[in-house]
């Protein structure tokens, strides 16, 4: 895995501890350090790789999505 996926990975797994936490992805990337895109590549590999469960809330900005480590 890309260096990003693994950042995103821990930040969201400090985040959740266990839980479902709900933020917007333009959020993540910048507690991450990351630009939109790469954090939004990385939430695709995660969930591909079965390590997360990411829940889309809606077309557009604005929207929170939820996120399962």
């Known amino acids: 895995m890309p260096v990003s996926c693994n950042i995103v990975f821990d930040v969201l797994r400090a985040l959740a501890?266990?839980?479902?936490?709900?933020?917007p992805?333009?959020?993540?990337?910048e507690m991450?350090?990351?630009?939109?895109?790469q954090t939004r590549r990385a939430l695709r590999r995660?969930?591909?790789?079965?390590?997360?469960t990411w829940q889309r809330c809606g077309p557009g900005r604005g929207h929170r999505s939820v996120f399962q480590v």
């Open 17 to 23: 501890m266990g839980e479902a936490v709900e933020l």
């Open 25 to 29: 992805i333009r959020e993540l990337a």
């Open 32 to 37: 991450c350090r990351l630009s939109y895109a």
């Open 46 to 52: 995660l969930e591909g790789a079965h390590l997360i």
